[in-house]
Structures are given as structure tokens and as C-alpha cells.
């Protein structure tokens, strides 16, 4: 596949070509895109008379909660239509929310974004995308690069957390992974609508230029210049401009000002819905102000279709905004090969499944969070010990692929209960007998240690799974506690979507981990760290509160006047009276197995760039991958700035015993921020940049620029 800009000049012919021979009803059906539906007659009918550009191959507005099959022999009937029946001949892109693996399930997105490995977050990616093209995908939904500082979202499980530079990272990974391997990725969702207040789905945000451009933008922009081939519109209102029907954002910012050359779809219904949201009286204006906007695409609404025949012959929208919508989508369907069709494009045959669980085993292992070891009580021995394994996660599948698993199958899932077997086979395990309180006590009384497996069901999380309260489940919290009145050797695996409130959780047990929804191979992974096959190495990309009521709260809070600052130590003032200040869990925290110690930093200007080293030496007893990060802190500027705002991250391995130099090499043009209008201001002053293993670290060093 390629990127628009690897396009040759007689592929853009063909489009140009393409474009003055198509009728206006030819063009307007490349710009509808409607969805898998039953009455498969019906459908048929569209295709044949050009009226279907692409299909989003899901069943209803949820698709990440439905798991119902995307219809192979079915689309390729359509194909075949629309190749050999329709006037254009152009063939139908298929679009499907390939979020976080296909048939083998990766970990969702924010667990994937708390390995920072992005050389594995791509590699997942192009495994899912071969998988899927071996289905006849040419197009996922994803990545989602919404920057979330709110557990209560439920979509917070389908971003990279809360932190700018890291979620360019991630994304950018995530495109190249499904670019590369042959379907078109989507930028998601352009732009804020992680910012939902309260953390209720599609509701509403308050956003100001400066933050959009500093925090909100940040991963989009990196896209566009990865060369992401589709942008999808998010659902939201910023600050009362609905982006749906935004000229401002989704062609000055978007096109005009990043430069994005591919095409942008609304989200399902969206343009549809602008007239709920007040933006347009009826579905004859919605697709005016929405194609004026720079909505090429139209998911599901129907408006496009029925409406832009009259709108182009009035004149409402001009044929040159109709042709440059067209083109778009034109220009990403060659890219994909979709234009090369029936000739060129083989389908790729389907990688075999079991090579795909050592990777998912991997990718799991990678991302899970060592929250808590008190007295290294992990991992654990694998003889002569009796370990209980409780807990209502013992035994579970389909919660650990998580939502957004459309293909993943819930019977392909290890199961904790076996893998812990299996992984340490000499150990004595025993099981409550029945599935009381009571038995589960009793089991507790006779081990060494308890394993306790806790979790979120999956269909708690992703779109429209909001929670007011981010608490485990009463019984599974009275299990715990039942369980430490007995025993205090606890270990918590936490399988959950979202970051949740773990002060008790973390009073009553020794140890957690924090497991998340990670997929086909979630359990091996988890079971392996216990035991201490795998080393923990997971770092949080958002920050884990102790109290709902702190939300939001997120490491890069902007400086106050007064002294507030408890995220990072004692400050003077306290900001509340009925609970610590602090995060439970901060940004970039992550225990392990082994220790480190971090030499002092130090600093030096090379022309414009900033080189900050360190050496860190790995104390403990066993081989580690650490994340070293580096945040700056800023001098006195026009704007007030973050705290600190991370800047770079590299992982490293080291052996016991082993020093290792870690340089950051900061371009000072990194330095810059944007003010509201868009002007990058350069400060000048003097800078702190902070090195260690989390976004609480107090070694330092300062130059002046
Ligand atoms: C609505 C969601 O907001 C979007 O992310 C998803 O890609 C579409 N539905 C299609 O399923």
C-alpha cells in the first residue's frame, strides 16, 4: 500500500481522469458510506446503481459492543457488483473497526500505550491488519488518538492515555503498522472528543485554542505527517462549534493548515445528527454545512446521498468542493490498490493463528503494570508452596479481549486458572470448592499465597460505557477482604478496561498487578510475570486517581499562582480536606523486579540541540527493560505552562550489575508551544529537564536558553 504522496503521476492521472468522466450522481455514491445491513436485496440494489463508496462493515451505531460476522461472501458479491454492474466501476472500500487485533486480540489500546514499546505496538498492528486483509479489510477505524484524562470515558480504553508526545508515538506507530501491512488507518476522532465532560460519551466539551493546539492536536498532526490516509470527524461540539460542521477546524486546521491530503469521514450518523445537536435545521442543511465543512465521507446519515443532487445543481455546495471530496477518497482507494482491481490486487492469505499468540503473549506482557510488591512477595517460587487461585476472574474469556473485538472469538482465550497451572506445574494449587465466600475463605487458610483475580467486565468499557464510580464490584471487594482476614499474602491481577480506584484493593494485598483487558493472551502473560518468566515493565500512560471526585488530574497540569502542586510531593496549600492530594498511581509509574539507580543528569547545547544524558545502573538481581523518561519543565513564558510535559522516552535493557548511558537529544524547536492562535513562541529562560522512571522524579538538571 501506499501513502498519497508516493502516488505516481499516472495514478493521480487516473483519478483526474476518473473525475471527468463520472455523472454528479457517480461522484455523490462515492461519498455514502451506509452499513452492513440485512436486507441484503436492498443493499445490492445501492451498489448497482453507484450509490455505495464504502461500507462500514458493522451492524449498528455500538459495533464495538456487536460481534456480528463482516459478511465475506456476501461483500464479495457487492464487489463484484460494483465492478461489473455499477456506471463507475469503481470498487467499494471496505471499512471495519479493526481497533486492537482481528481474529488475535492485542490488548486494548491504553495497554498497549503503557508498554511504550512502539516497535511491538507496530508489529501488532501490521499482524492485525494482515488478518485482517486476509478478510478483505481495507480499512480500520483506528488508531483512536484521543487524549483522555477522564477514567469515568469509556473510550478511555481505546486511546493512549493522557499525555501528547506519548500518544503521537503510539499512533504513529499503530499507522505505520497497518499502513505498511496493506489497509489505510484512520485518525480518530478529529478532535477533542476525549474531553466529553463528566466522561459521558458524545456529550459536549469546553476546550480553548491553546489546549486543543497543545494537548488535543499534538497526535493528529504527527498522523498527517505519517501520512494517515483517512481522518475521522469526532462526534462533539468544541466550545459551542459543533466539528462536524466545522469549516475552521476540519478544513483550515485540519487540511489546510497540517496539510492532510487524504479524506475525512463523519462518525456514525454524525452529519445526521448536527440538527439534534442545533446545528442545522434539517438533513438538506446538515449536508450542506457538513460537506462545506470538509466532510468528505458520510457514514451512514444518508444525507449526502439524498441531498447533495439538489445542493450541487443550486449551487449550494460548488462542483469543485464535490470534486475534491471525490478525489480524496479516490486518491485512498489507489493507494490501497482498491483502483487496480480486479487485476492486480491478490488477497493475502491468512497468517496461520498460532504464530499470532506468541506476539499477543508478548504485546500483553509488555503493557501490564506492577502497581504493588511489598516485600517481593513476586514472583513467585514455582515449588513447594500452595498457592489458592480465587477470584471471579479466574476462569474468564471474553472480558479479557476487551470491547472492540468484533472478530476476536471468546473460546481462543487462555484462561488464567490453566496458564497458572500450566506456567508453574509443580506448585500445589487449590481451588474453593464451590463458589461461596466461605469456600473461598477456606482456601485461603490452607496457602502460602492467594491469588486473587479481579476485573471490569468488558462490557462496562469502550463507547457509550460511561461510570460514575471507578470501584470494583462490591463482591469482588468483600472477597478481598474476606480473604485478607485470613491470609495477608495477597496478590491482586487486576483485569480491567480502565484505571480504577485502588486504594483498598491496594490496602488489602501485598501485591498487584494491574492486568488490564489484554487479550487472547492475557492469562499466559499475566501468569508468566507472577511467576517471574516475564519481568513486569509496564509504565501507566494516565494518571490512576485515589478518589473519583480528583478527576481530572493528569501529570501535566498547568502551573497555579499558589503552591497546589501535590501530584509531585508536599505542596503548601492542600486541595483536599477528605482525601491525599496526590495521584494513587502517577503518570509513567511502574515497579519491577529489579531496581535501578540514576546518576546525575547532565546537560549541554550543541547548536539547537539539547543533549541530556544520565547513567543508570541496574541494582537488583535480575535483567530489566527500564522506560527512562525525560520531562522539561519551562522558564517564565507568555502562556503558563504544564509542570512538566514529557518530552522523550527510551527503553533499555540491562543486566544485573550493568551501567548504561541514556542520552535525550532535544531539538529546542521541540521546546515550543503553541499559543491559541496557532504561533509557535519559542521561551527563552531557564529550562529543567527531569530524567527518571516516572513523571514524579526529582533528579534534575537546568540550562538557559
Ligand atoms: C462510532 C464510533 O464513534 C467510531 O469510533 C467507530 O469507528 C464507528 N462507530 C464505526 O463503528
Known sequence: MKLIKDLSQREFDRVEELLTK???DEKIGQLNQPNLFDDKAALGDLVREGKVGSLVLAYSALAGTESRKSQLGFRQELQRIAIEESPSGIPILFGRDVIHGHRTVFPIPLMQAHSWNVDLVEKASSTAAKEAIADDIHWTFAPMMDIARDPRWGRIIEGFGEDPHLASEMAVAMIKGFQSAGIAACAKHFVAYGASEGGRDYNTTEVSDYTLRNIYLPPFAASVRAGVLTVMA?????SGEAVTGSRRLLTGLLKEELGFEGFVVSDWDAVGQLIRQGAAADRRAAAAIAINAGIDMDMVSNCFIDHLPELVKDGTVSESRLNDAVRRVLLVKSAVGLLDLPDNRTPMQAPVYELNVQLAHDAAASGMVLLKNEFEL???????????LLGQFLNEQRSMLGSWTLDGRAEDVQVFEECMKQTAPELIFINAASGSADAAVEAAIQADVVIVALGEDWNNTGEARGHAGLLLPDEQLDLLCAVNNVNKNIVSVIFSGRPLIFDEVSQLSKAVLYAGHSGTAAASAAAS????????????????PRNAGQIPIYYNQRSAGRDIDNYYGKAVFKNYQDCEDSPMYPFGYGLQYTTYEYGKPEINKVDNTICVSVDITNTGKRTGIETVQCYASYPASEFVRPIRELKQFHRVSLNPGETKKVEFNIEINDLAYF??????????????????????VTESVTIDI
Open 234 to 238: 469526532s462526534f462533539n461540539d468544541i
Open 675 to 696: 499559543a491559541p492562535d496557532g504561533k509557535l513562541i519559542h521561551s527563552k529562560g531557564k529550562y529543567v529537564f527531569w530524567i527518571g522512571g516516572c513523571s514524579t
Open 529 to 544: 510475570i507472577l511467576f517471574g518468566l516475564n519481568d513486569p515493565c509496564g509504565k501507566l500512560s494516565v494518571t490512576f
Open 378 to 388: 513476586l514472583p513467585l517460587p514455582v515449588q513447594e508452596k500452595k498457592i489458592a
Open 22 to 24: 463520472m455523472t454528479l
